[in-house]
């Protein structure tokens, strides 16, 4: 199994609420019940004040690397992230478990 881990900051003076957020949330949201490699998904806002830590995570897992490769260049995969290309930028981790 793969663990696909990934942590979004939301630009300089954007908020959860926004609508393009919420737009992109709803996307991401939606690909664990229509890309069918995805075996585990669950996604949060964070809900600590540190000073260090990131906004919003994902944490999904796939059977294996080609599963996890066929994800990631899935067309709705690639149309979430667009969205949040307008407003975030993240940090990813890829690990075997």
Do not use: C
Not at 45 to 56: E, G, K, L
Not at 68 to 77: G, W
């Amino acid at each position: 199994m793969f663990r696909h881990l990934v942590l979004f900051k939301l630009n300089e003076g954007v908020k959860p609420d926004d609508a393009r957020v919420e737009a992109g949330e709803a996307a991401f949201a939606a690909l664990a019940g229509r890309i069918d490699d995805v075996k585990f998904w669950e996604q949060g806002w964070n809900v600590s004040d540190r000073p260090i830590a990131y906004d919003f995570a994902i944490n999904s897992a796939f059977e294996d690397a080609e599963a996890l490769k066929r994800y990631v260049e899935h067309p709705e995969h690639q149309a979430a992230a667009a969205l949040w290309r307008e407003f975030a930028t993240w940090i990813v981790a890829d690990y075997a478990f």
